[in-house]
C-alpha cells in the first residue's frame, strides 16, 4: 500500500487544514486531550514532521468553476494537533484515484494499528464493520491488517460484553485481559456482574480474575453436592463477611474457603470474626452449664453430628489483642 505509484508525482504538497475534511471510516472514536494538546505544543515549535495521506476530489459549484477539496485517509490525530497549535497549511501525499470505502477503512485501521492508537473496543468496532458492510470474513480481515485469525476472533468477541463493560474498557478502568474471564461467563449474566463488579472494586489482576471466573463456571455442579442449610449457610456467611465464601464438602466433614485479595481485607474478616466471638461471650450466661463439643471420632459415628457452643472464656487480655494479625492464635479451626 506504500508504493510510490500509489502518489501523485511522489511528491509532499502543503494543503490548507480547513479543506482536508475527516476521513469518515476512522475507526477511532476517543481522542486523549491531553496527548492531544502535548502533540500541538511539539508541532508549534517543529512542525508536522510527517506528511498526512488524503485523496483529491474535485467538485463543480454553480458560478465558481471547479473546486477542490481533500479528504483524510491517515493522519487525524496529527491535523487534529496542527489546528490547535494554529498552523494554517500542512504536509500531505496525495494518494491516486478513487479510494473506496473498504479501502479508506482499511488504511485508517492499519495506521491506527501500527501506532498501536486504537482502543480495545474501537479496534473490535472496525473489525465488525469490515466483516458486516464489506463482507469480510475473519481470515481476509486478519490478512489485511498483519493479525492472524485468532486475534481477531478474540477482538470481536468483545462485543458481546455488555454495554459498561465495554465503555469501562475503552476508558482504560480495565484492561483487554480482564476481558477473558468475563466473557467465560457469558451465559451466566448474574455471575458475570458480580465478578465485573470485584474487578472495578478491588483492582483484581487478571490472574485473580480468571481463578474466580473458573471457580464461578465449576459453581453450580458444586452445588448440587450441598443441602439447602448449607446453601443458607454459605450465603449468610457471605453476607456476614463481605467477601465470597465457599463450603466444599467431602465424604467426612469439608472445607469453609474465605477469599481475601489484600491484608486490608484479612485484617476485615478478622474483625468481623472478633466481633461475632465477642457478641457470643457476652450473650452466654455466666455460669452457663459446660457442654462437650463432639470429637472428631464422635462425629464419624453419628449421622448428623453438630458442634456444641464451647463454654464461655475469658476476655482476651490488652497484649493478647495486639498480637500481630497473622499469628495463629487468632484464628480457630
Known amino acids: 500500500m506504500q508504493d510510490p505509484k500509489h502518489y501523485i508525482h511522489e511528491s509532499i504538497y502543503w494543503v490548507e487544514g480547513e479543506r482536508i475534511k475527516p476521513n469518515p471510516f476512522q475507526p477511532r472514536r476517543t481522542f486523549d486531550e491531553a496527548a492531544l494538546a ?25 458560478g465558481e468553476g471547479i473546486f477542490v477539496e481533500y479528504e483524510l485517509v491517515a493522519g487525524e490525530r496529527r491535523l487534529r494537533a496542527a489546528k ?92 483487554e485481559g480482564h476481558t477473558r474471564p468475563l466473557l467465560m461467563l457469558i451465559d451466566k449474566t448474574q455471575e458475570q456482574r458480580v465478578l465485573f463488579d470485584e474487578i ?9 480474575a480468571e481463578q474466580l471466573a473458573r471457580r464461578v463456571a465449576v459453581e453450580r455442579a458444586r452445588k448440587g453436592d450441598l443441602t439447602p442449610e448449607l446453601l443458607l449457610l454459605e450465603r449468610e ?10 463450603i466444599e464438602k467431602k465424604e467426612q466433614g469439608g472445607k469453609l474457603l474465605i477469599d481475601f485479595f489484600s491484608a486490608d481485607d484479612l485484617a476485615h474478616i478478622r474483625k468481623m470474626l472478633s466481633h461475632s466471638q465477642a457478641q457470643t461471650h457476652v450473650q452466654q450466661p455466666a455460669y452457663a452449664p459446660a ?36 499469628s495463629n492464635s487468632n484464628f480457630s479451626v
Open 291 to 326: 457442654q462437650a463439643i463432639v470429637a472428631p471420632e464422635d462425629a464419624a459415628s453419628s449421622p448428623s453430628a453438630t458442634l456444641a457452643t464451647p463454654p464461655a472464656t475469658l476476655a482476651p487480655s490488652p497484649e493478647e489483642t495486639s498480637d500481630d494479625l497473622y
Open 38 to 62: 502535548s502533540l500541538a505544543e511539539s508541532i508549534r515549535q517543529y512542525g508536522v514532521l510527517q506528511p498526512l495521506t488524503v485523496t483529491r476530489m474535485e467538485k463543480e459549484r454553480p
Open 200 to 208: 472495578m472494586q478491588k483492582k483484581l489482576t487478571v490472574r485473580d
Open 84 to 175: 490547535l497549535a494554529g498552523i494554517g497549511s500542512v504536509p500531505v501525499v496525495i494518494r491516486c484515484g478513487e479510494d473506496d470505502d473498504r479501502m479508506k477503512l482499511e488504511l485508517a485501521i492499519i495506521e491506527n494499528l501500527q501506532r498501536e492508537d486504537l482502543n480495545p473496543i474501537d479496534r473490535a468496532q472496525a473489525f465488525n464493520r469490515l466483516s458486516v458492510d464489506f463482507g469480510l470474513n475473519n481470515v481476509e480481515i486478519g490478512k489485511r491488517v498483519g493479525k492472524s485469525r485468532e486475534y481477531v476472533s478474540n477482538t470481536l468477541r468483545i462485543l458481546q460484553l455488555p454495554k459498561d463493560m465495554q465503555e469501562a474498557l475503552a476508558r482504560g478502568e480495565i484492561n
Open 237 to 246: 456467611l457471605t453476607e456476614a463477611l463481605g467477601t465470597r465464601v465457599r
